[in-house]
């Protein structure tokens, strides 16, 4: 059973839709990007199918994602009002319709429509950052994890900002008269998207996830581990992207040699969590012990590469063919594991919190089908290793598309079991997740039927 954890100010949580919103949209996105990861693998997506792929993943599943935790917990770890709960609405629409725009364009061609829809995504990640900035700036003095998603905002506003140029150059040419080669650029952004704004997020939720779930506390060599990385980590991402920016060896270098020292370091933390857990083993956890060797064979693997030339589009995101190593292996598993706790944690909160003491109510892990769980977390797993192991060695060909089947499958079965989640236990139904106006007529009726027996008299 998964620990119910104490502390936390859920009364000033926004409405339960805000968050779920977020991820249901997410898990389209999930699901698309897998599609198109597999379909392009077989030769059977036309048009730019790997930016597509790219942008459905990142931009779509992982950011949309991290919108909604962080609109969620920001308020509920730091004990704050969150600033404007229709801010947190309106950017969900604009990314998704600026994305579903932007990816269209790409498949298609027809490039003349990217910066409309770029602006559009933009607009939306630029509500999610002056609103959470503004939530966030009432929770002083700041923790590390809140000074790590304030970084990951800064990180949004830089990347969106060069996103949009880039999507303006594909018709316009905007680099050329400053002399910059649109790679450097796309370099840049790329540095900033992942290194930047999504692994700092990820970072930051991890000091306390890692903690709050297992039950555990920073000591020892962790608290040393911790002071370098929130100071390594940030400026290792800037230099890095600065020095990719002005083709700069050396500061690129620097720069890419921090990134790998504080993600060692950190995964050095997360395995010390996990050993010393005091709760049982969670989908949560597993999918975090997946992490740890990831992180540890990434930044292995990358060193000598960003030591020698960090500046090759080969060594965008380590060593080569290690991106799905970090886009799968660390990223991807993070998120999975997360969402295997927060959507039924939410959901919890929502319908059973107030019952406890009343009537019988199931725990958090109750919520979803351990077997299911199990069964796409060897799917996710097995594909990873299988793909990995593709760019490294000289497998057959149909090791690519059958590694690809094998993450969709698990993929598919992660978002079954959520919607599942959703569909079962949610006060609203997953029709009232996504549809504002149902949810909120629902509201009182759902929350007059709940309440407990002693205060319905």
């Not at 990816?103 to 910066?115: C, K, Y």
């Not at 008269?177 to 700092?200: N, W």
């Not at 002071?227 to 890095?240: H, I, K, N």
């Amino acid at each position: 059973m998964s620990v119910i954890p104490g502390g936390l100010d859920t009364g000033q949580q926004p409405p339960m839709t805000v968050p779920m919103r977020h991820f249901v949209v997410g898990f389209c996105f999930l699901l698309g990007g897998a599609v198109f990861g597999l379909g392009n693998t077989l030769g059977l997506v036309s048009g730019l199918a790997t930016l597509s792929h790219v942008h459905l993943l990142l931009a779509g599943w992982v950011c949309i994602t991290i919108m909604g935790a962080m609109t969620q917990f920001v308020p509920v770890w730091s004990g704050v009002e969150l600033h404007s709960r229709r801010f947190a609405v309106v950017q969900l629409w604009l990314v998704t319709i600026g994305l579903v725009g932007f990816v269209a364009m790409l498949l298609i061609r027809d490039l003349r429509l990217l910066p409309l829809f770029g602006a559009v995504m933009l607009i939306g990640f630029w509500v999610f950052v002056y609103n959470l900035s503004r939530t966030l700036v009432t929770a002083r003095p700041l923790d590390v994890t809140e000074r790590h998603f304030g970084l990951s905002l800064c990180f949004f506003v830089l990347l969106t900002v060069l996103g949009l140029l880039l999507a303006v150059d594909f018709t316009y040419p905007v680099f050329a008269p400053l002399s910059i080669p649109r790679e450097r650029i796309v370099m840049t952004h790329a540095t900033l998207a992942v290194f930047g704004a999504v692994l700092t997020t990820i970072l930051g939720a991890l000091y306390q996830l890692g903690t709050m779930f297992t039950q555990t506390s920073l000591h020892g060599i962790d608290s040393h581990l911790r002071r370098f990385e929130t100071v390594a980590y940030p400026v290792g991402v800037v230099t890095l992207a600065l020095g990719r920016l002005l083709a700069i060896h050396s500061i690129a270098q620097v720069g890419g040699l921090l990134v790998i020292a504080s993600l060692l370091g950190f995964s050095v933390i997360l395995a010390r969590r996990l050993y010393e857990t005091q709760v049982d083993w969670t989908p949560m956890l597993s999918r975090y012990a997946v992490v740890v060797p990831a992180m540890i064979l990434w930044a292995v693997l990358t060193t000598p590469t960003w030591f020698v030339d960090p500046l090759t589009r080969s060594s965008l995101f380590g060593a080569p063919g290690a991106v799905h190593l970090l886009v799968l292996g660390i990223i991807g598993f993070v998120v999975l594991g997360t969402l295997y706790h927060i959507v039924p944690f939410i959901i919890w909160v929502h319908r059973y919190s107030d019952l406890l003491g009343y009537e019988k109510v199931p725990m958090i892990d109750d919520l979803y089908n351990a077997r299911i769980a199990a069964v796409d977390f060897i799917a996710v797993f097995l594909g990873t290793v299988l793909i990995v192991l593709t760019e490294w060695f000289a497998l057959p060909s149909i090791a690519l598309p059958v590694s690809g089947l094998s993450v969709l499958a698990g993929c598919c079965l992660f978002v079954a079991n959520m919607l599942l989640v959703i569909h079962t236990h949610s006060p609203h139904g997953l029709r009232g997740i996504l549809v504002s106006r149902l949810a909120a007529s629902n509201q009182r009726r759902i929350s007059e039927s709940q309440e407990p027996p002693s205060d319905r008299r």
